[in-house]
Nanobody, 124 residues
Framework: QVQLVESGGGLVQAGGSLRLSCAAS????????VGWFRQAPGKEREFVAY????????YYTDSVKDRFTVSRDNAKNTMYLQMNSLKPKDTAVYYC?????????????????WGQGTQVTVSS
């Protein structure tokens, strides 16, 4: 399995931006599709964004479309989530995850490797 470490979280005012990073090690990063998930207090973990192995396929949950952008740099073994126009409802712990299969739905059960998460807090 691949090991994942998130970074870039923090406290930001509504309307601001953050860029999260997910650094991978242990296996060939380019062999994995990767996704971002988030979990707010008292809520279930939800899918945010996915990017395929070569970066061609990307999809997002509706609530972040046109605000968030997922990207990856396989040469650096890193995935990114650029988050713009942040809202208080975006507050959550953000996790990156990797799958050796092709994810078509963002179902967390499809992902076999997970990072420890990074906290994002958006103040109003």
């Amino acid at each position: 399995q691949v090991q994942l470490v998130e970074s870039g979280g923090g406290l930001v005012q509504a309307g601001g931006s953050l860029r999260l990073s997910c650094a991978a090690s242990g296996r060939t990063f380019s062999s994995y599709g990767v996704g971002w998930f988030r979990q707010a207090p008292g809520k279930e973990r939800e899918f945010v964004a996915y990017i395929s192995r070569n970066g061609v396929i990307r999809y997002y949950t509706d609530s972040v479309k046109d605000r968030f952008t997922v990207s990856r740099d396989n040469a650096k073994n890193t995935m990114y989530l650029q988050m713009n126009s942040l809202k208080p409802k975006d507050t959550a712990v953000y996790y990156c995850a990797a799958t050796s299969r092709i994810s078509r739905s963002g179902d967390p059960a499809e992902f076999e490797s997970w990072g420890q998460g990074t906290q994002v807090t958006v103040s109003s």
